[in-house]
């Protein structure tokens, strides 16, 4: 039901893929970027009405799209914590995201979903803490929601890899 791979998250043929958002869901560096390339004009221009009925997208939660020209059906976007030293409830915020992310892919039908790493980036979530935090949550939604058959934890490096693939193995 998990399962980690070392790949490019815009090649990963899933019902939903996530995206490590900024909170102007207008695309940016990273992850983020890539599947707003990849995606193209279409998920800019979703992201743009959410905008406009909600202004921003905050930190923890997460919006829907559809995926434009990705092997995808939908684009989740959820907003990462900025790691600032584990003070204010950023452990939280990244349960957060995994936890509203799920929600919605369940309340769109999706059987197959596909995460980064999330804040672990330029956001400098400690990996292996974000590590824990994502499996975790994952594993705990997943024993009390039926509907999503596989999560696939995609990662772009090996240290995250090696990291996701080590908090498995506790489950």
């Known amino acids: 039901m998990i399962e980690v791979i070392k790949s490019d998250i815009t090649k990963i043929s899933v019902d939903a893929i ?9 695309g940016g560096g990273g992850v983020d970027g890539a599947i707003h390339r990849a995606g193209g004009n279409t998920i800019l221009d979703e992201c743009k009405i959410i ?35 584990g003070s204010n409830n950023e452990s939280e ?6 936890k509203n992310s799920l929600q919605l892919a369940v309340e769109n039908n999706c059987k197959s979903v596909a995460f980064p790493s999330i804040s672990t980036g330029v956001y ?14 994952v594993s705990d939604f997943l024993s009390k929601h039926s509907g999503i058959e596989k999560v696939i934890f995609v990662c772009f490096d090996d240290e995250n890899e090696t990291l996701i693939n080590k908090e498995i193995g506790r489950i």
């Open 124 to 137: 400098r979530f400690p990996k292996e803490e974000a590590a824990h935090i994502a499996v975790k949550t």
């Open 93 to 98: 915020k990244l349960a957060d995201c995994y």
């Open 18 to 26: 996530v995206n490590a958002a900024n909170s102007s869901l207008m």
């Open 51 to 85: 905008l406009a009925k909600q202004g921003s997208c905050k930190t923890g939660q997460a919006v829907i799209t559809t995926a434009g020209n990705l092997p995808a059906k939908f684009v989740i976007h959820t907003v990462g914590p900025i790691w600032n030293g």
